[in-house]
Nanobody, 123 residues
Framework: VQLQASGGGLVQAGGSLRLSCAAS????????VGWFRQAPGKEREFVAS????????RYADPDEGRFTVSRDTARKTVYLQMNNLRPEDAAVYYC?????????????????WGQGTLVTVSS
């Protein structure tokens, strides 16, 4: 599967963006799909994931509620809705897919990666 991330851009603090991860090839419902981000000078970190089949979602901070991951099977696309963005959310956001089942927040467990989309948040 090939992944294409899009939807990044410049937004003011408190604003929203919706990132898209479009797949070519197999449907994304056959994979665990994760969103990761990497800010300058920092390691890549897990943001959210959605499981195969049932679409169970996991978040790096489940209590925060600002981010929502969802899937449109017909469009072979997974979305990351980001609300109330903060300057510290600024990063390159990547989507990734893994063949294995089950949740993983480790980027080395993912087999396929999109090219990344830049999110900039102004204060």
């Amino acid at each position: 599967v090939q992944l294409q991330a899009s939807g990044g851009g410049l937004v003011q603090a408190g604003g929203s963006l919706r990132l898209s991860c479009a797949a070519s090839g197999r449907s994304l419902s056959n994979y665990v799909v994760g969103w990761f981000r990497q800010a300058p000078g920092k390691e890549r970190e897990f943001v959210a994931s959605i499981s195969k089949g049932t679409g169970l979602t996991r978040y790096a901070d489940p209590d925060e509620g600002r981010f929502t991951v969802s899937r449109d099977t017909a469009r072979k696309t997974v979305y990351l809705q980001m609300n109330n963005l903060r300057p510290e959310d600024a990063a390159v956001y990547y989507c990734a897919a893994r063949d294995g089942s089950g949740y993983s927040g480790d980027d080395d467990q993912y087999d396929y990666w999109g090219q990344g989309t830049l999110v900039t948040v102004s204060s």
